[in-house]
């Protein structure tokens, strides 16, 4: 047997155990406020069409190709705010709250709402170019929550730890089941769906949170390292390119 003296033997090191960090609790008024709106036109939509016999929001709203080309670029927009039916407006509406309370409570309200806007935008942008038929819907905008969500989980997969895979797995589901099933289905616009789902991975990859653990136990929390010039960078990327290409779609 040999002998150490006490300052060289090997001391056990203890397992590092998990850091519990509580994440943002914001009230998700955007989420809140888009949807009210959201409803607010189709109760709109139901009651002209009652009254007046025509849909008046869908008459200013649609995309249309034909009056993009007149001029009406709203309607690159607007489509995010009139739905098809009740089943139509509750898909899209359960699909905001599902992914938009968290995201929202995750980027901040003002990130959020450029992120839904942005969007909308793409998606009406690739519907624009890629399908003459007419189309409405928030499906635009919720794809670009879609991947804003794998980026979200990809860019703090180390922070997330055993959760990322999981996590990341329900979201590129969730993506594969409504593009390559849903998105086969008679009057279902998938390129509105793809460009809206490309405009968030865009915007998200230079706008995502980046969070690291500051201050110490018990009192850690979450800190956003993201430089706001970054997040300036998602929105004129995704503005420019899905601005040129509407801009192509137009003369050509």
Not at 152 to 176: D, E, H, P, T, W
Request: hydrophobic share 50%; charged share 10%; proline share 5%.
């Amino acid at each position: 047997m040999n002998e150490y003296p006490a300052s060289d033997v090997p001391q056990t090191v203890p397992p590092q155990q998990p850091v519990r960090v509580a994440l943002p609790q914001a009230a998700p008024y955007v989420t809140y406020t888009i949807i009210g709106i959201t409803v607010i036109v189709y109760l709109l939509q139901l009651a002209t069409q009652a009254l007046l016999q025509i849909d008046v929001p869908v008459a200013f709203f649609i995309k249309a190709n034909d009056l993009i080309r007149e001029g009406q670029l709203w309607r690159l927009l607007t489509p995010a705010l009139v739905h098809g039916s009740f089943a139509h407006i509750g898909f899209n509406m359960y699909a905001l709250f599902s992914f938009g309370t968290s995201l929202e409570r995750y980027f901040g309200r003002g990130r959020f709402l450029t992120l839904y806007l942005l969007g909308a935008f793409a998606g009406n942008v690739a519907s624009f170019l890629f399908s003459d038929a007419y189309s409405l819907g928030a499906s635009t905008a919720i794809f670009g929550l879609i991947g804003a969500e794998a980026v979200f989980l990809y860019r703090n997969r180390k922070l997330l730890a055993g959760q990322f895979r999981s996590a990341i797995g329900n979201v590129l589901f969730i993506i594969a089941i409504n593009l390559f099933l849903v998105g086969s289905l008679p009057g279902i616009d998938n390129w509105g769906h793809i460009g809206g789902l490309l405009g968030g991975l865009m915007f998200t990859w230079f706008a995502s949170p980046l969070w690291e653990i500051e201050g110490i136990q018990p009192m850690l929390q979450l800190v956003d390292k993201r430089p706001s010039r970054e997040v300036v960078t998602g929105v004129v990327l995704v503005l420019a390119v899905f601005g040129a290409l509407a801009i192509w779609g137009m003369v050509r």
